[in-house]
T-cell receptor
Framework: NAGVTQTPKFQVLKTGQSMTLQCAQD?????MSWYRQDPGMGLRLIHY?????ITDQGEVPNGYNVSRSTTEDFPLRLLSAAPSQTSVYFC????WGPGTGELFFGEGSRLTVL | KNEVEQSPQNLTAQEGEFITINCSYS?????LHWLQQHPGGGIVSLFM???GKKKHGRLIATINIQEKHSSLHITASHPRDSAVYIC?????????FGTGTRLTIIP
């Protein structure tokens, strides 16, 4: 099994450009989530999904869109990138259920917005 | 005040020492996770706890739900244990993370 696969690993954007961070998992996990990690701060939840067709906002959702058309994929879209979105992004998945299941993380995507 | 507080923020120890990292939280939770992040960024899950104690190799994690506190212990520490250890609490399908403890083990 590949686990959780994130692409791209590195990306440089100009302010106002759009892009999609891809996240795929092959463990049939219902729960998938996106986080950003900034220096001096803990990981923060951007959006999450508990199954195909179901998404919800986390702590810092502004400027990001998500969709969940399949169990396997959970892309994160930046419609108009801003320098404040410079960060390292992680996708994670687990079995669904309140607090249940080990978390599996992707390797991270380092995004720089100029 | 953050919902999840970790201490210490930084810890340097000699190889072989017993290590304790603490995590306190302020809300009711359904589970607590301990994660490890090595330089270079990958994050690995070490434990998920909802009560009691778990052990895996040289790592032990405990949680006291009444006191809203968890500890991660490393016995016989080794330089390869050098990493950032992150506590995260799960509540209503959302995770809230501590800022991490940077552990350095000196040979």
């Amino acid at each position: 099994n590949a686990g959780v696969t994130q692409t791209p690993k590195f990306q440089v954007l100009k302010t106002g450009q759009s892009m999609t961070l891809q996240c795929a998992q092959d463990m049939n996990h219902e729960y998938m989530s996106w986080y950003r990690q900034d220096p001096g701060m803990g990981l923060r939840l951007i959006h999450y999904s508990v199954g195909a067709g179901i998404t919800d906002q986390g702590e810092v959702p502004n400027g990001y869109n998500v969709s969940r058309s399949t169990t396997e994929d959970f892309p994160l879209r930046l419609l108009s990138a801003a320098p404040s979105q410079t960060s390292v992004y992680f996708c994670a998945s687990r079995m669904w259920g309140p607090g249940t299941g080990e978390l599996f993380f992707g390797e991270g995507s380092r995004l720089t917005v100029l | 005040k953050n919902e999840v507080e970790q201490s210490p923020q930084n810890l340097t120890a000699q190889e072989g020492e017993f290590i304790t990292i603490n995590c306190s939280y302020s809300v009711g939770i359904s589970a607590l996770h301990w994660l490890q992040q090595h330089p270079g960024g990958g994050i690995v899950s070490l434990f998920m706890l909802s009560s009691g104690k778990k052990k895996h190799g040289r790592l032990i994690a405990t949680i006291n739900i009444q006191e809203k506190h968890s500890s991660l212990h490393i016995t016989a520490s080794h330089p390869r244990d050098s990493a950032v250890y992150i506590c995260a609490v799960s509540r209503n399908e959302k995770l809230t993370f501590g800022t991490g403890t940077r552990l350095t083990i000196i040979p």
